[in-house]
């Protein structure tokens, strides 16, 4: 981009509203920016809907291993809204955005955003805007790790290690509706794991307080069998325990680590089942190679077939939208910026029932 962003503590004549975090560990706050002009290659974009993901949280925390931003910034990794000023886009498009926020390049988090064209993809018509946005980063996490990744054939068992939060969910869908034999669900909040078969899971598994990889190990067994693919979202002791009941040549992909940021991988069982372990990160994938998934998460949406719950909350209320994905809820939090509410999508919505939220 051409020139820094300024930020305000107010509204400013010249400004966007937008959420502020002033620093590393700084509560957001509703502040205003100035963004840059569009130049060549940039594309301003209305944001309608903006997701509030996990690692948004951590980056504003200063804590993420590998992104720490000290002066001001508005955060917000993706959106979906509708182009306002762009070379490439006829106004008027409705478009899904990623981003990489910083100091010199404003977030989702606002009323409108600067987009490098590359990150931009056009949206499929007749797509709830809200909901368009909610299975982008999440959706992705759990389809190309499972279906790219660890090439999910069908009639395989895949195992879900955090299977209750936004990721998780999806993925226990992904790998229903991708042919998988057996789908297995581990989580903590008993009552979120309950709600799972509805979703494609084939059995559910707690993880206990205090127990260890080997009694986890057990109870896992004993639910799933041997386990071709593990998509892991809590590192620590449930993988150590998931490592235990794979098959040989299964494939586990890590996707987060809540659980802890080690795990011990004896080299035996590494070596004598002939694992694979890799990790995905969708900060470090390009949109470009998130189309592929992004368009069949979108397709299953448009017909039905993918239940994704979401909790809405105007820019007004970032406050409660940022104290309500710390808690770890089991659905997406997204944020409205525009104060006269959603506009109205150009073409007519999908005639199938609406099943994608829960009351």
């Known amino acids: 981009m051409s020139s820094t962003p300024s930020y305000e503590n107010t509204d400013s004549r010249d400004g966007i509203r937008a959420a502020v975090v002033d620093a590393p560990g700084a509560a957001p706050r509703v502040g205003s920016v100035v963004l840059p002009p569009r130049t060549p290659g940039t594309t301003v974009v209305a944001v309608v809907a903006a997701p509030l993901n996990p690692l948004d949280l951590v980056i504003a925390s200063g804590t993420f291993h590998s992104v720490r931003h000290e002066a001001p910034y508005v955060p917000g990794s993706e959106c979906v809204g509708v182009v306002l000023d762009s070379d490439l886009h006829k106004p008027g498009t409705w478009v899904y955005a990623e981003c990489h926020a910083s100091p010199d390049t404003p977030g989702s988090l606002a009323t409108r955003m600067l987009v490098d064209d ?13 909901k368009a946005a909610a299975v982008g980063n999440s959706g992705t ?44 669900g ?20 707690d993880l206990r307080a205090g127990e260890s990889a080997q009694e986890l190990a057990e109870r896992l067994r004993a639910a799933a069998g041997p386990v071709d693919v593990v998509l892991d979202g809590v590192y620590g002791v449930p993988l150590e325990a998931a490592l235990q009941v794979c098959a040989p040549r299964a494939r586990v992909v890590n996707v987060g680590n809540p659980a802890g940021a080690t795990a011990q991988i004896p080299a035996g069982l590494l070596r004598g089942k002939q694992l694979t372990l890799s990790g995905f990160a969708g900060l470090h994938t390009p ?32 406050p409660t939208a940022w104290r309500t994905q710390a808690g770890s809820p089991h659905a997406k939090s997204v944020v409205l910026p525009q104060d006269s509410g959603l506009p109205e999508h150009p073409a007519p919505a999908p005639t199938r029932p609406d099943r994608s939220t829960r009351p």
């Open 141 to 184: 996490a759990a389809y190309m790790p499972l279906v790219e990744d660890a090439a999910l054939r069908t009639g395989e068992t895949v195992l879900v290690l955090g299977a209750t939060g936004a990721v998780g969910q999806l993925a226990v869908q992904v790998a229903h509706r991708r042919g998988a034999g057996r789908v297995v």
């Open 287 to 318: 949109l470009h190679a998130k189309r592929a998934a992004l368009t069949w998460l979108w397709a299953a949406l448009s017909r039905g077939e993918l239940r994704v719950d979401v909790r809405t909350f105007p820019l007004a209320d970032l």
């Open 186 to 205: 581990v989580a903590r909040d008993r009552a979120a794991l309950e709600r799972l078969p509805d979703l494609g899971a084939d059995t559910v598994v």
């Open 118 to 130: 590359d990150d931009l993809l056009p949206l499929p018509e007749g797509l709830d805007p809200v």
